[in-house]
């Protein structure tokens, strides 16, 4: 059973950074794609970034290109979101998701438990 923990979460003002972490336990990592999306109280969840399971590959949503960065170390199970120039909009609960394919389909991932983003003006 796939396993997927989140850490890295917390307030921040606006322009400054964070960094996000998942690890995956259960499975072999280099098995599967890692995403992240988000999600801010009254709204869907969306996509924000997914990388392949070997080839590095990545994808941004627009609203965060250019200014995150999602990378894997297939070493240590762990995916990363290096969020910089926050905005207050990207407040929300960030989740790490697993899938077997690529690209990432939101009904088909595994889930960590979640990291609350805060980004104040």
């Known amino acids: 059973q796939v396993q997927l923990v989140e850490s890295g979460g917390g307030l921040v003002q606006a322009g400054g950074s964070l960094r996000l972490s998942c690890r995956l336990s259960?499975?072999?990592?280099?098995?599967?794609?890692m995403a992240w999306f988000r999600q801010a109280p009254g709204k869907e969840r969306e996509f924000v970034a997914a990388?392949?399971?070997?080839?590095?590959?990545?994808d941004y949503a627009v609203s965060v290109k250019g200014r995150f960065t999602i990378s894997r170390d297939n070493t240590k199970n762990t995916v990363y979101l290096q969020m910089n120039s926050l905005k207050p909009e990207d407040t929300a609960v960030y989740y790490c998701?697993?899938?077997?394919?690529?690209?990432?389909?939101?009904?088909?991932?595994?889930w960590g438990q979640g990291t609350q983003v805060t980004v104040s003006s």
């Open positions: 998701a697993a899938n077997t394919s690529y690209p990432v389909r939101i009904g088909l991932c595994y």
């Open positions: 259960g499975r072999t990592f280099t098995g599967y794609a």
């Open positions: 990388i392949t399971a070997t080839t590095g590959h990545t």
